[in-house]
């Protein structure tokens, strides 16, 4: 089975509070169906200073979100799409979207 999401994929959010942004996929989670992608569900982390010398901070980092939230964006026609595969001549299959049928 093919992937619909892959690694620096742009992707649209569906769902949730950051419902409409694009970014790029920056981490997958299979095992869990999570995909983390940048400028998205951006969580604050207090870090506290452990060493003599360290500062406390507050850091804001991207967290996973469900990959059923998240749809791909073909590249030439610009909107979010279903993804279907295509048999290539040489044998192997690829990713095309489900509206203008181009290959990613």
């Known amino acids: 089975m093919m992937a619909r999401v892959k690694k620096n994929d742009t ?22 169906n999570k995909v983390m992608v940048k400028g998205v569900a951006i969580a604050t982390r207090h870090a506290k200073a452990r060493k003599q010398g360290e500062t406390s901070s507050i850091k804001k980092e991207e967290t996973f ?19 279907n595969t295509k048999m290539l001549e040489q044998g192997m299959r690829a990713r095309m979207c489900n509206n203008c049928q181009e290959v990613f």
């Open 11 to 32: 992707v649209v959010v569906l769902a949730g509070k950051d419902r409409g942004k694009k970014g790029t996929v920056i981490a997958l989670c299979f095992k869990k």
């Open 65 to 83: 979100i469900a990959l059923s939230n998240v749809m791909p964006m073909c590249s030439s026609c610009k909107t979010a799409c279903r993804v």
